[in-house]
């Protein structure tokens, strides 16, 4: 399993076995030994830099299933919404060319980008998961993302204890893609 993401996914501020990805491989040594977890994540990373990278990732790691989270960063830099579709839709296109199925995993804005930029760049989420057939976790901090107390003092990344809720999150639309035991 690959874990393909931006600062939310690379454990930013913390340390990285207490980041949910870490907490994802200890869930999966325990329900699914099969799997292993490699995090290709980059703090700051868009998905151009995303689209990059993603051929010698996906050489290197040989995912069977990949957790793509990113575009948070193209959105808090107010890039174009039609280019960060266009980066996604290939790195999930080359992802499954490669054999992998693709978890999607969307964000939200904060209000200050405008109700037409946030409702479209959270739209883009949705419009890849359905054209691209891809599982979809639409918004990564469900459930606790107006809770202040649980992000660092950037107010932009989960903290420590928001951690176990990210996994949670994940892990709903993720189990799908294992298949039976």
């Keep these: 399993m690959l874990v393909y993401g931006d600062s939310l996914s690379a454990a930013y501020g913390m340390p990285e076995r207490r980041g949910w990805v870490a907490l994802l491989e200890e869930r999966l040594k325990r329900e699914r030994p099969y799997y292993n977890v490699a995090n290709a994540s ?72 405008g109700e037409d930029y946030a409702r479209a760049f959270e739209r883009a989420f949705t419009d890849l998961a359905k054209s691209h057939r891809t599982a979809l976790l639409p918004f990564l901090l469900e459930g606790f993302g107006e809770k202040a107390e649980l992000f660092q003092a950037d107010r932009i990344h989960p903290a420590e204890a928001a951690q176990p809720g990210v996994l949670k999150n994940v892990w709903k639309p993720l189990a799908p893609l294992f298949g039976k035991k």
């Design 42 to 113: 980059i703090s700051g990373e868009t998905t151009a830099g995303g689209l990059a990278r993603i051929d010698k990732v996906l050489e290197r790691e040989r995912p069977a299933i990949l957790i793509l989270e990113l575009g948070s960063n193209d959105g808090l830099r107010g890039l174009p919404v039609a280019a960060m579709k266009k980066n996604l839709a290939a790195i999930i296109e080359r992802s499954q060319k490669a054999g992998a199925k693709v978890l999607l995993v969307g964000m939200r804005l904060p209000p200050n980008y």
